[in-house]
């Protein structure tokens, strides 16, 4: 079975950085689009970032562009997000998804993503 597991999540200072990484077992970041997303209490989950493994295309949200970056590691079949000058309004639960459909109008839509791990928190105060 698939597993996909997200870590780095911590409570950080407006101004700091993050890096979370997402590993993958029984699965390979192989030719696959891997995305980011958060959801924040009371709100819906959105796309953050996604990486399309084959060729390292990028696509971000405009809230996160120039601070965040999505990366691959395929010797440590994991893809990582870099988050830098971390907002109060970054604060969510982040996660990664695989096999989504990476594109311009699309690397957004969570429900193109086949898998899911479970999570991990970002707190940034003030």
């Known amino acids: 079975q698939v597993q996909l597991v997200e870590s780095g999540g911590d409570s950080v200072q407006a101004g700091g950085s993050l890096r979370l990484s997402c590993a993958a077992s029984r699965y390979t970041y192989s030719s696959v689009c891997v995305g980011w997303f958060r959801q924040a209490p009371g709100k819906e989950r959105e796309g953050v970032a996604s990486?399309?493994?084959?060729?390292?295309?990028?696509y971000y949200a405009d809230s996160v562009k120039d601070r965040f970056t999505v990366s691959q590691d395929n010797a440590k079949n994991t893809v990582y997000l870099q988050m830098n000058s971390l907002k109060p309004e970054d604060t969510a639960m982040y996660y990664c998804a695989a096999e989504g459909v990476c594109g311009s109008r699309s690397w957004y839509n969570q429900y193109m993503y086949k898998y899911w791990g479970q999570g991990t928190q970002v707190t940034v105060s003030s």
């Open positions: 990486i399309y493994t084959a060729g390292a295309y990028t």
